[in-house]
């Protein structure tokens, strides 16, 4: 973790050599999290790390891992600060020392989709993937799908164990605020628009029941969440 905060151009420099090195390998990917909320237009908060999702339901972020420190030498693998854990974390080397070292760098989580993995992603279909005129080289995960995303780690960090995790529930409040508003005002999304139906039914079906579950911490959002397609009885 770098001592400053990382600003968003950093942020989006990592993920553009991701998104090269897999596509040069034949993978498609779109970004979600953070990176893909602030270059949708959220202005809250500065990224602090790449979340990327391999658009391939049979392949293992491992693999991934290991294809991208393969690819460019910037890429590097750590062990996680978790002694449990059996997976390692992937950086991004922005600056690098004269012994090859990098000294300022931005974490990459790769993640696969699919209803049986731990975040259960949707598999964006090629045709959906989403850009931004002003960074046409970044592709991002569908805005609804996001910000379904974006609840669903809401209810994690709530449900959690740990206080750290817990304590990321008012950004999560405060993030959801500015894509709620996003939605309405810019992008002109709803959970039930023609473009959304590529969503699968366990996915729709779980959003449902995290928006009441929501909506019941936070009532003043009903009408947030009424205008992208959810109806409350």
């Not at 740990?162 to 992008?187: F, G, R, W």
């Not at 996915?203 to 009441?212: G, L, P, Q, T």
Request: hydrophobic share 40%; proline share 6%; glycine share 6%.
């Amino acid at each position: 973790m770098p001592a400053d905060p990382l600003s968003s151009l950093e942020v989006r420099r990592a993920a553009r050599a991701a998104v090269k090195a897999l596509r040069d390998s034949g993978y498609e990917c779109c970004l979600f999290g953070s990176a893909a909320c602030s270059i949708y237009g959220m202005s809250g908060r500065d990224p602090n790390d790449v979340d990327l999702v391999v658009l391939d339901d049979d392949v293992n972020a491992e693999d991934i891992k290991d294809l991208l420190v393969e690819a460019d030498d910037r890429f590097f693998l750590k062990r996680s600060v978790n002694p449990q854990a059996t997976y390692r974390v992937l950086w991004y080397a922005l600056r690098i020392n004269s012994k090859g070292r990098g000294i300022r760098s931005c974490k990459v989580d790769i993640l696969t989709p699919g209803a049986s993995t731990n975040l259960q992603i949707p598999l964006v279909p090629f045709s959906r993937i989403t850009y931004v005129q002003r960074y046409r080289d970044l592709p991002l995960m569908p805005f609804m799908c996001m910000l379904l995303m974006k609840l669903r780690g809401w209810e994690d960090h709530v449900d959690s164990e740990k206080v750290y995790m817990q304590e990321k529930e008012p950004i999560d409040v405060t993030d959801l605020d500015e894509l709620l508003d996003l939605a309405k005002t810019h992008y002109h999304v709803g959970v039930n628009s023609p473009s959304e139906q590529w969503m699968p039914g366990w996915f729709i079906e779980e959003s449902h029941r995290r928006v009441a579950r929501f909506v019941g911490d936070y009532p003043d959002f009903m009408q947030g969440w009424a205008d992208v397609g959810f109806v409350f009885s």
